[in-house]
Antibody
Framework: QVQLMESGGGVVQPGRSLRLSCEAS????????MHWVRQIPGKRLEWVAV????????YYADSVKGRFTISRDNSKNTLYLQVNSLTIEDTAVYHC???????????????WGQGTVVTVSS | DIVMTQTPLSLSVTPGQPASISCKSS???????????LYWYLQKPGQSPQLLIY???NRFSGVPDRFSGSGSGTDFTLKISRVEAEDVGVYYC????????FGQGTKLEIK
């Protein structure tokens, strides 16, 4: 079955960096656009970034533009999020999520990973 | 940015009774291809969100038919015809016409 497994989170000081990973199994990653969505504790979900199936197109939320970079290695069935210049406001659970197109319908975030926790604290 | 506003923010429902959640967008979610890109998700306690409804009114695979979505333009509704204990959690609407933005969530509890 489809599974997404994030890793790479941790506790870091403001200004530092992390590289989050999302390993996909049960499907072929290279045929799907992929997203990162974060959830700040007690608050709403916030979309972070998207990458097209082949990596040629990438878009970011204004709140992370210039600091975060989404990438993928389809040969490893893995999605990445490089997070730089972290601030306290970046503290959240980071989920990867799949976007599928089935019979002409866009199934946005049809599968989610359990998330990896990023805590930014001095 | 498109702002998504849900009401109510919480509701308590007796099992077997209906429930309804409203979601309003700050601009129309009707895209140039003729489709309306409004989605509903449920985040059960301790779990990641799961897709319930796509493109306003289509139930995702495995979603019980007691869940239904409706609406157009800027006004949308998620209805649960008969609430069950397993329906507890936070419901989110989301638009994907202009990037992706979520509503603030509606917490459903069982009386």
């Amino acid at each position: 079955q489809v599974q997404l497994m994030e890793s790479g989170g941790g506790v870091v000081q403001p200004g530092r960096s992390l590289r989050l990973s999302c390993e996909a199994s049960g499907f072929t990653l290279r045929t799907y656009a992929m997203h990162w969505v974060r959830q700040i504790p007690g608050k709403r979900l916030e979309w972070v970034a998207v990458i097209s199936y082949d990596g040629t197109n990438k878009y970011y939320a204004d709140s992370v533009k210039g600091r975060f970079t989404i990438s993928r290695d389809n040969s490893k069935n893995t999605l990445y999020l490089q997070v730089n210049s972290l601030t306290i406001e970046d503290t959240a659970v980071y989920h990867c999520a799949r976007e599928a197109v089935v019979a002409g319908a866009r199934l946005i975030f049809d599968h989610w990973g359990q998330g990896t926790v990023v805590t930014v604290s001095s | 940015d498109i702002v998504m506003t849900q009401t109510p923010l919480s509701l308590s429902v007796t099992p077997g009774q209906p429930a309804s959640i409203s979601c309003k967008s700050s601009q129309s979610l009707l895209y140039s291809d003729g489709k309306t890109y409004l989605y509903w998700y449920l985040q059960k306690p301790g779990q990641s969100p799961q897709l319930l409804i796509y493109e306003v009114s289509n139930r995702f695979s495995g979603v019980p038919d007691r869940f239904s979505g409706s609406g157009s333009g800027t006004d949308f509704t998620l209805k649960i015809s008969r609430v069950e204990a397993e329906d507890v959690g936070v419901y989110y609407c989301m638009q994907s016409v202009l990037l992706w933005t979520f509503g603030q969530g509606t917490k459903l509890e069982i009386k």
